[in-house]
């Protein structure tokens, strides 16, 4: 008898032939919050510029490195019981501060003379609780259908933009209506207070950037022509404001995207139980287990890669590219910063040249198109 979890794996985009190029792979995770839901007065985390990674170290094949090497190569005094992000960071929580440490930077000159990979699953979970807004705003019996189809990320994008502009207010909004779980009485009132909060916040978001960018006049047409909806697909009959709980979906993806590797996470009693109901034998057939990270360096020195890459995002995200390229152009070539997040995205190239399924991502495309640009000029100051 086939159980969920065989069909899952029955489906023909799960069993694709893969060369895959690791012998192993770790993985650990950062952001954890395990339910993102509506308050009263916002949230139960702050979720703005908030990203989940899972990620970590891979090991290719025929690569023989002994992490454990890890400690005599960056001169430790004790050999810690549990080398996370803290460690290398030497105790350092804010990413500025991180970034200034010698031993990170050791930590990914270590990965890199050992040709060891990384691979990363990033995921922000306020884009991803906003995503089904748009993908209830239109159907195939819409005109539009095909052009809206071709559009969706760029339409989604665009409203997670102008929405988050007022994190307070976004995140008020959907709860008055019990986002996502709107009632068929409510819809015509929530698409109005959504068109007004979209058109307030346009006009803040465009103060200093070009107002006639199409996009958001398009995406401002289509909630306009949906104040006549009587159903809104995606966002009925849910859990009343719960914006996210299902992360196992993420830890399911991660590991079918490297299926004929070994995978070795780091426990997390909630997702183990999830795929224990889904089939009993789902270590065997998805090639992994879950281990405390005690038991294996390489969950520990994944913890270093996830965190490091949220940590990185959120600094992304967070600031403006004029913020950002002041922050390069005051640090020389040889600052330990700069030197620290070239070495990181040189991992990261490396490991999606190795393999594309090294890096996965849930993100609007304007934070991606962020990502890209700041490594050019990270790459521009080491190389020129």
Known sequence: MKTKLDEFLDNPNTNLDRNFPFKTIYADESNNIRVARLTPTGANNDLKYLYFVIGGIAVPKDNGTELENIYEYINAKQIPTDAKLKYFAEGKSKFKDILKSSRINKFFTFLIDNELMIHVQIHNYLFYSLVDIIDSLFDDKDIKFDFYIMINRELKTALYDVL??????????????????????????????????????????????????????????????????????????????????????????????????????????????????????YEKKLNVEFSASENFIGIQLSDVICGFTAKLMNFIE???????????????????????????????????????????????????????????????????
Request: aromatic letters at 16%.
């Open 164 to 281: 988050i502009y007022d994190y307070d207010a976004l995140l008020s909004l959907l709860y008055q209506y019990k986002y996502p779980s709107i009632e068929n009485n409510e819809i015509a009132s929530f698409i109005n207070d959504l068109l007004n909060l979209y058109k307030y916040n346009h006009e803040l978001y465009f103060q200093d950037k070009d107002p006639y960018y199409p996009i958001f006049s398009i995406l401002n047409d289509l909630i306009e022509s949906s104040r006549e909806k009587k159903e809104l697909a995606f966002l009925q009959n849910n859990k009343e404001y719960v914006l996210e709980k299902d992360l196992w979906s993420l830890y399911y993806h991660h590991m079918i995207s490297f299926l004929d590797t070994h995978k070795i996470f780091d426990e997390e009693a909630q997702i183990m139980r999830f795929f224990k109901k889904l089939d009993s034998d």
């Open 318 to 384: 967070s600031n403006s590219e004029k913020s950002l390229a002041n922050y390069v152009e005051k640090l020389t070539k040889e600052s330990n910063q700069i030197v620290v997040l070239y070495k990181y995205f040189l991992l990261l190239d490396k490991s999606v040249d190795n393999c594309q399924f090294t890096i996965l991502k849930t993100l609007p495309i304007s934070v991606e198109y962020k990502l890209s640009w700041f490594k050019k000029i990270i790459k521009e100051k080491i190389e020129n």
